[in-house]
Protein backbone atom coordinates (compact mmCIF):
# COMPACT_ATOMS: atom_id res chain seq x y z
CA UNK A 1 0.00 0.00 0.00
CA UNK A 2 1.46 3.37 -1.31
CA UNK A 3 1.48 6.65 0.99
CA UNK A 4 -1.36 8.35 -1.44
CA UNK A 5 -3.72 5.09 -0.51
CA UNK A 6 -2.94 5.53 3.24
CA UNK A 7 -3.90 9.32 2.99
CA UNK A 8 -7.22 8.52 1.53
CA UNK A 9 -8.06 6.05 3.95
CA UNK A 10 -7.29 8.58 6.84
CA UNK A 11 -9.03 11.18 5.09
CA UNK A 12 -12.23 9.10 5.12
CA UNK A 13 -11.96 7.79 8.32
CA UNK A 14 -11.02 11.44 10.22
CA UNK A 15 -13.85 13.27 8.07
CA UNK A 16 -16.32 10.42 8.60
CA UNK A 17 -16.91 9.57 5.02
CA UNK A 18 -16.39 9.99 1.41
CA UNK A 19 -17.58 13.42 1.48
CA UNK A 20 -16.04 14.90 4.10
CA UNK A 21 -12.91 12.72 2.47
CA UNK A 22 -13.04 14.17 -0.55
CA UNK A 23 -13.04 18.02 0.59
CA UNK A 24 -10.21 17.29 2.71
CA UNK A 25 -8.55 15.66 -0.34
CA UNK A 26 -9.63 18.58 -2.75
CA UNK A 27 -11.14 15.20 -4.84
CA UNK A 28 -14.90 14.19 -5.93
CA UNK A 29 -16.52 12.09 -3.70
CA UNK A 30 -16.78 9.20 -7.16
CA UNK A 31 -12.99 9.72 -7.29
CA UNK A 32 -12.75 8.73 -3.70
CA UNK A 33 -15.23 6.09 -3.64
CA UNK A 34 -13.30 4.32 -7.23
CA UNK A 35 -9.99 4.63 -5.41
CA UNK A 36 -11.14 2.81 -2.30
CA UNK A 37 -12.64 0.20 -4.11
CA UNK A 38 -8.90 0.05 -5.89
CA UNK A 39 -7.00 -0.19 -2.64
CA UNK A 40 -9.93 -2.50 -1.00
CA UNK A 41 -9.42 -5.14 -4.22
CA UNK A 42 -6.10 -4.98 -3.82
CA UNK A 43 -5.11 -5.31 -0.63
CA UNK A 44 -7.95 -8.23 -0.55
CA UNK A 45 -9.25 -6.72 2.44
CA UNK A 46 -12.64 -4.35 3.50
CA UNK A 47 -11.34 -1.37 5.33
CA UNK A 48 -15.18 0.33 5.59
CA UNK A 49 -18.31 -0.85 6.24
CA UNK A 50 -20.46 1.81 4.34
CA UNK A 51 -23.86 2.79 5.84
CA UNK A 52 -26.12 5.46 4.89
CA UNK A 53 -25.09 8.21 7.18
CA UNK A 54 -20.93 7.24 7.05
CA UNK A 55 -18.79 4.77 7.71
CA UNK A 56 -17.21 2.27 10.00
CA UNK A 57 -14.02 0.85 10.25
CA UNK A 58 -13.41 -2.69 9.84
CA UNK A 59 -10.70 -4.74 11.81
CA UNK A 60 -8.46 -4.42 8.46
CA UNK A 61 -9.61 -0.68 8.52
CA UNK A 62 -8.52 0.66 11.81
CA UNK A 63 -4.73 -1.29 11.12
CA UNK A 64 -4.58 1.06 8.37
CA UNK A 65 -5.44 3.91 9.95
CA UNK A 66 -2.79 2.97 12.80
CA UNK A 67 -0.24 2.44 10.05
CA UNK A 68 -0.87 5.55 8.25
CA UNK A 69 -1.43 7.82 11.31
CA UNK A 70 2.09 7.06 12.20
CA UNK A 71 3.57 7.10 8.40
CA UNK A 72 2.04 10.80 8.35
CA UNK A 73 4.09 11.76 11.86
CA UNK A 74 7.00 10.44 10.30
CA UNK A 75 6.65 12.59 7.02
CA UNK A 76 5.34 15.60 8.68
CA UNK A 77 8.33 15.39 11.28
CA UNK A 78 10.81 15.46 8.63
CA UNK A 79 9.24 18.23 6.84
CA UNK A 80 9.51 20.02 9.91
CA UNK A 81 13.32 19.13 10.34
CA UNK A 82 13.98 19.75 6.97
CA UNK A 83 12.19 22.95 6.92
CA UNK A 84 13.79 23.86 10.49
CA UNK A 85 17.34 24.03 8.61
CA UNK A 86 16.21 26.72 5.77
CA UNK A 87 18.39 30.03 6.13
CA UNK A 88 16.71 31.68 3.11
CA UNK A 89 13.90 34.53 3.93
CA UNK A 90 11.99 33.12 1.08
CA UNK A 91 9.08 30.69 0.68
CA UNK A 92 5.53 30.39 2.20
CA UNK A 93 4.30 30.91 5.68
CA UNK A 94 1.38 29.80 6.83
CA UNK A 95 -0.07 31.42 10.09
CA UNK A 96 -3.34 30.41 11.67
CA UNK A 97 -5.23 32.55 14.46
CA UNK A 98 -9.15 33.83 14.93
CA UNK A 99 -10.94 35.56 12.64
CA UNK A 100 -11.28 38.44 14.67
CA UNK A 101 -7.35 39.00 14.35
CA UNK A 102 -6.61 38.16 11.05
CA UNK A 103 -9.16 40.52 10.02
CA UNK A 104 -7.86 43.80 12.08
CA UNK A 105 -4.03 42.87 11.21
CA UNK A 106 -4.40 42.93 7.36
CA UNK A 107 -2.21 46.29 7.30
CA UNK A 108 0.64 44.76 9.71
CA UNK A 109 0.47 41.86 7.25
CA UNK A 110 0.79 44.23 4.28
CA UNK A 111 4.04 45.48 6.26
CA UNK A 112 5.29 41.91 6.44
CA UNK A 113 5.52 41.63 3.00
CA UNK A 114 6.72 44.90 2.18
CA UNK A 115 9.78 43.89 4.52
CA UNK A 116 10.19 40.42 3.13
CA UNK A 117 8.95 40.53 0.09
CA UNK A 118 10.13 36.95 -0.57
CA UNK A 119 7.64 35.46 1.71
CA UNK A 120 4.22 34.66 1.06
CA UNK A 121 1.39 34.41 3.66
CA UNK A 122 -1.03 32.06 3.68
CA UNK A 123 -4.00 32.47 6.24
CA UNK A 124 -6.25 30.26 8.16
CA UNK A 125 -9.13 30.89 10.98
CA UNK A 126 -11.27 29.10 13.14
CA UNK A 127 -12.29 28.66 17.08
CA UNK A 128 -10.19 25.16 16.86
CA UNK A 129 -6.66 25.73 15.71
CA UNK A 130 -5.17 24.59 13.09
CA UNK A 131 -2.44 21.37 14.35
CA UNK A 132 0.92 22.60 14.20
CA UNK A 133 2.30 19.20 14.60
CA UNK A 134 0.60 17.92 11.35
CA UNK A 135 2.40 21.00 9.95
CA UNK A 136 -1.32 22.66 8.58
CA UNK A 137 0.45 25.81 9.44
CA UNK A 138 4.00 26.86 10.83
CA UNK A 139 2.84 29.47 13.15
CA UNK A 140 -0.49 29.81 15.36
CA UNK A 141 -1.20 33.00 17.43
CA UNK A 142 -3.59 31.45 20.14
CA UNK A 143 -5.94 32.98 22.70
CA UNK A 144 -6.19 30.15 25.32
CA UNK A 145 -5.42 29.63 29.45
CA UNK A 146 -2.50 27.74 28.42
CA UNK A 147 -0.20 26.59 25.18
CA UNK A 148 -0.03 23.06 24.65
CA UNK A 149 3.08 21.47 26.22
CA UNK A 150 4.42 19.56 22.47
CA UNK A 151 4.63 23.07 21.05
CA UNK A 152 7.17 26.16 21.50
CA UNK A 153 5.01 28.93 23.01
CA UNK A 154 5.58 32.44 24.26
CA UNK A 155 2.76 34.36 26.34
CA UNK A 156 2.64 37.66 24.72
CA UNK A 157 -0.03 39.49 27.05
CA UNK A 158 -3.16 39.22 28.90
CA UNK A 159 -6.16 39.45 26.87
CA UNK A 160 -9.12 41.22 28.92
CA UNK A 161 -12.74 40.82 27.93
CA UNK A 162 -15.84 43.91 28.52
CA UNK A 163 -19.32 43.79 27.85
CA UNK A 164 -20.55 46.12 24.81
CA UNK A 165 -23.28 47.25 23.36
CA UNK A 166 -24.59 49.72 20.47
CA UNK A 167 -25.44 53.08 21.38
CA UNK A 168 -28.68 52.96 20.13
CA UNK A 169 -29.36 50.11 22.58
CA UNK A 170 -28.02 51.96 25.68
CA UNK A 171 -29.89 54.98 24.70
CA UNK A 172 -33.51 53.02 24.30
CA UNK A 173 -32.92 51.14 27.27
CA UNK A 174 -32.68 54.44 29.19
CA UNK A 175 -30.30 56.14 32.09
CA UNK A 176 -28.69 53.64 34.56
CA UNK A 177 -29.69 50.47 32.86
CA UNK A 178 -27.48 47.62 34.48
CA UNK A 179 -26.21 44.75 32.25
CA UNK A 180 -28.74 42.11 33.93
CA UNK A 181 -31.50 44.42 32.31
CA UNK A 182 -30.69 44.46 29.06
CA UNK A 183 -31.21 41.73 26.32
CA UNK A 184 -28.00 39.39 25.37
CA UNK A 185 -26.49 37.82 22.34
CA UNK A 186 -24.01 34.75 22.93
CA UNK A 187 -22.35 32.02 20.99
CA UNK A 188 -23.99 28.43 20.35
CA UNK A 189 -23.49 26.30 23.49
CA UNK A 190 -22.06 24.15 20.84
CA UNK A 191 -19.34 26.72 20.12
CA UNK A 192 -18.38 28.50 23.53
CA UNK A 193 -20.49 28.40 26.91
CA UNK A 194 -18.37 31.19 28.63
CA UNK A 195 -20.47 33.68 28.28
CA UNK A 196 -23.57 31.76 29.73
CA UNK A 197 -21.04 31.24 32.74
CA UNK A 198 -20.94 35.23 32.68
CA UNK A 199 -24.03 35.75 32.95
CA UNK A 200 -25.08 32.79 35.62
CA UNK A 201 -22.43 34.23 38.14
CA UNK A 202 -23.16 37.77 37.78
CA UNK A 203 -26.33 38.28 35.95
CA UNK A 204 -28.82 35.77 36.18
CA UNK A 205 -31.79 37.71 35.88
CA UNK A 206 -30.34 38.36 31.96
CA UNK A 207 -32.01 36.64 29.08
CA UNK A 208 -30.22 35.66 25.85
CA UNK A 209 -31.84 36.67 22.95
CA UNK A 210 -29.25 35.62 20.39
CA UNK A 211 -26.97 33.09 19.62
CA UNK A 212 -24.69 32.81 17.39
CA UNK A 213 -21.63 30.77 15.86
CA UNK A 214 -19.14 33.03 14.73
CA UNK A 215 -17.66 36.20 15.86
CA UNK A 216 -18.35 38.33 13.00
CA UNK A 217 -22.27 37.65 13.29
CA UNK A 218 -21.64 38.34 17.16
CA UNK A 219 -20.32 41.67 16.45
CA UNK A 220 -22.95 42.26 13.48
CA UNK A 221 -25.53 41.72 16.40
CA UNK A 222 -23.99 43.93 18.89
CA UNK A 223 -23.65 46.68 16.02
CA UNK A 224 -27.43 46.95 15.30
CA UNK A 225 -28.79 46.44 18.84
CA UNK A 226 -29.98 43.17 19.40
CA UNK A 227 -28.08 43.26 22.71
CA UNK A 228 -24.92 43.05 24.79
CA UNK A 229 -22.12 40.56 24.22
CA UNK A 230 -18.89 39.80 25.23
CA UNK A 231 -15.70 40.47 23.28
CA UNK A 232 -12.05 40.64 23.79
CA UNK A 233 -11.38 44.28 24.35
CA UNK A 234 -9.04 43.71 21.32
CA UNK A 235 -11.91 43.19 19.20
CA UNK A 236 -13.93 45.33 20.90
CA UNK A 237 -12.41 48.52 21.37
CA UNK A 238 -12.14 48.57 17.49
CA UNK A 239 -15.37 48.80 16.44
CA UNK A 240 -16.79 52.15 16.23
CA UNK A 241 -20.27 51.03 16.59
CA UNK A 242 -19.80 49.42 20.10
CA UNK A 243 -19.08 51.22 23.58
CA UNK A 244 -18.22 49.18 26.29
CA UNK A 245 -20.48 49.06 29.46
CA UNK A 246 -17.92 48.93 32.81
CA UNK A 247 -14.68 47.95 33.35
CA UNK A 248 -12.75 45.24 31.46
CA UNK A 249 -14.23 42.51 33.82
CA UNK A 250 -15.90 39.97 31.62
CA UNK A 251 -12.64 37.28 32.13
CA UNK A 252 -8.88 37.03 31.01
CA UNK A 253 -6.86 35.10 29.12
CA UNK A 254 -4.00 34.97 27.35
CA UNK A 255 -2.49 35.49 23.94
CA UNK A 256 0.06 32.35 22.85
CA UNK A 257 2.53 32.75 19.75
CA UNK A 258 3.29 29.10 18.79
CA UNK A 259 5.09 27.04 16.68
CA UNK A 260 6.67 23.71 16.14
CA UNK A 261 9.60 22.69 17.66
CA UNK A 262 11.55 21.83 14.38
CA UNK A 263 10.57 25.31 12.39
CA UNK A 264 12.21 27.61 15.38
CA UNK A 265 15.76 27.76 12.86
CA UNK A 266 13.40 28.26 9.86
CA UNK A 267 14.81 32.21 8.93
CA UNK A 268 11.00 32.56 7.40
CA UNK A 269 9.46 31.31 11.00
CA UNK A 270 11.73 33.50 13.01
CA UNK A 271 11.49 36.54 11.11
CA UNK A 272 7.21 35.98 11.42
CA UNK A 273 7.56 35.34 15.23
CA UNK A 274 9.84 38.59 15.60
CA UNK A 275 7.38 40.34 13.45
CA UNK A 276 4.39 39.26 15.74
CA UNK A 277 5.78 40.17 18.75
CA UNK A 278 6.98 43.40 17.68
CA UNK A 279 2.73 43.96 17.02
CA UNK A 280 1.51 42.29 19.87
CA UNK A 281 4.25 44.60 22.28
CA UNK A 282 2.47 47.93 20.16
CA UNK A 283 -1.28 47.39 20.75
CA UNK A 284 -0.53 45.50 24.26
CA UNK A 285 -2.65 47.73 25.77
CA UNK A 286 -5.63 47.39 23.67
CA UNK A 287 -5.17 43.41 24.12
CA UNK A 288 -5.33 44.36 27.94
CA UNK A 289 -7.85 46.79 27.87
CA UNK A 290 -6.76 49.91 28.56
CA UNK A 291 -6.91 51.73 25.31
CA UNK A 292 -10.36 53.37 25.16
CA UNK A 293 -12.62 54.94 27.80
CA UNK A 294 -15.72 52.51 29.28
CA UNK A 295 -19.30 54.14 29.29
CA UNK A 296 -20.25 54.45 32.61
Same mark, same amino acid.
Given at each position: ?9 ? #? ?24 ? @? $? ?10 ? @? ?33 ? @??? *??? /? ?12 ? &? ?13 ? /? ?8 ? #? ?5 ? #? ?37 ? /? ?8 ? $? ?5 ? =? ?7 ? @? ?7 ? =? ?10 ? *? ?16 ? /? ?13 ? &? ?13 ? #?????? =? ?9 ? *? ?8
Amino acid at each position: MEWNDLRTVL #AVADHGGLQGGSEALGLHPTSVARRL @R $AIEGAQRAKLFT @RYRHGVELTDAGEEAVATAREVQRLVHGLSARLDG @RDT *ELS /GTLRFTSVDSILRL &WMPHFAEFRRRYPRI /GLELSSGLAM #ANLTERE #ADVALRIAPSAPGHLIGWKLCDVAHGVYVSPALLEAAGP /GVGRGELPWV $AYDLAVF =RGVDGFLAA @RHPEAEVVL =RVPRIDLLVAAL *EAGVGAGILNCHVGDAQP /GLVRLGPADAGVSHL &WLLTHPELRGAARVS #AFLSFV =RGVVAAERDRF *EGRATKCEP
